[in-house]
Each structure stands twice: as C-alpha cells, then as structure tokens.
C-alpha cells in the first residue's frame, strides 16, 4: 500500500515544490495536495481502501460509534469510509452556524458517542484538535484520529497530549523516499523533505 500511494501521488500530481503557507501557519517548501484526489476517481477509490485498511488494523470495529470529517478536506474520505463500514456521518464546520441550530457539528451527535475523526494529514494537529474541541463540547468522545499522512511535525504528540492516539498509513519522509525510489522526485527535492520533518 505504502509503494502504491507514492505512485498515486506521483501520477496525480499532489507532490508539489516552493513557499507554501500551511493550515498552520508554518511555511513548508512542499506541499501535498489531497483535496484534487476526488477528482482521480480511481485514485480516490483506491485512497479510501487504504484508509479502510489502517482502520480495520489499527482500530476494533466496535471501537467507535461514529465517523466524523474534518473540513475541509477530510470530509470527502470520511464521507466513503463511513459508507463502506456502514457507521453514522457526522462533520464538524470550521465556524459553528450563526442560523437553524448554530451548531459545530452536522449530523446526529449523541451524549457518550465515540467518535474516529479523519482527516487527509497532519502537521501540527490543530484541525484536528479543534475538531475534537468541537465533538466533545456536544457530548462526543474522542480518542482516535486517522489521516493518510503525517508530516512529522509534532502532530502525534500534539494529539497524545489530549488523549488522541494519531493513525496514519505513511509518513512524510517514508512517502518522499518512495518517490525518490520510482526516481519522481530528485535528490535535492528528497532532502528538501527530509529537513522539513526533522525542524520538530
């Protein structure tokens, strides 16, 4: 699977190269574009069958009651996921509304409803952790997130420090080497990477 993403990424062209302002607010020299992944259906497809598989490893299907996406990128994955392991959606808003309930979070919420977020990566963990903000201040319980990526960036200590365990299928260094191995990025665009994970 692993081999596989890089592949995907390379073909779709979700690696990219320059300045980039995160979600963070960091200053990366790349960026990995998975919001284009809907529109590859068959990258998209395959995508989602890897985040089922993480799932399905790491986590007990009775482990939780409900699958909540992260916007906004998030939401197109968790949306299928859900689908797939026949569990309630919910999403969680980047504002809460200020009409109809004013509520953070769309979908049926229950009081005790353990609730697996997902989103598409992770850097610092801040969506995340505001999601989980979010779900618990309507009664959700969060200990478990997913992404397909994360960028080493302390996020996984970010979540630990919460109590949200953090499962990913790659990290940013192991997807760089991968992609240096099928030689779509070069050596300098290797380290470029390789130096970003390592400013924790």
């Known amino acids: 699977m692993k081999a596989e993403l890089g592949r995907i990424l390379n073909r779709i062209g979700a690696l990219k190269f320059g300045t980039f302002k995160l979600t963070s607010g960091e200053v990366s020299p790349y960026y990995i574009d998975l919001r284009i992944v809907p529109s590859f259906p068959d990258a998209f497809k395959r995508i989602c069958d890897f985040y089922l598989a993480v799932i399905k490893s790491d986590i007990e299907a009775d482990g939780f009651d409900r699958i909540a996406g992260i916007p ?25 509304r200020k009409h109809g309930r004013e509520r953070r979070v769309e979908g049926i919420l229950l009081p005790g409803d353990r609730v697996l977020l997902i989103d598409d990566l992770i850097t610092r963990g801040g969506s995340i952790l505001k999601a989980a903000e ?10 478990d997130a997913v992404v397909l990526l994360d960028r080493e960036e302390n996020g996984k200590a970010n979540l630990a420090k919460d109590g949200i365990k953090l499962h990913y299928l790659l990290t ?11 030689g779509a990025i070069t050596e300098d665009q ?10 924790k």
């Open 190 to 199: 290797l380290d470029t990477i390789l130096k970003q994970a390592k400013r």
């Open 72 to 96: 906004t990128a998030g939401i197109s994955f968790s949306s299928i996921i859900a689908y797939h392991l026949e569990k309630p959606f919910i999403y969680v808003r980047p504002t809460e």
């Open 134 to 143: 979010a779900v618990r201040a309507e009664g959700g319980v969060v200990t």
């Open 172 to 182: 940013t260094s192991e997807t760089a080497q991968k992609l240096h191995d099928i």
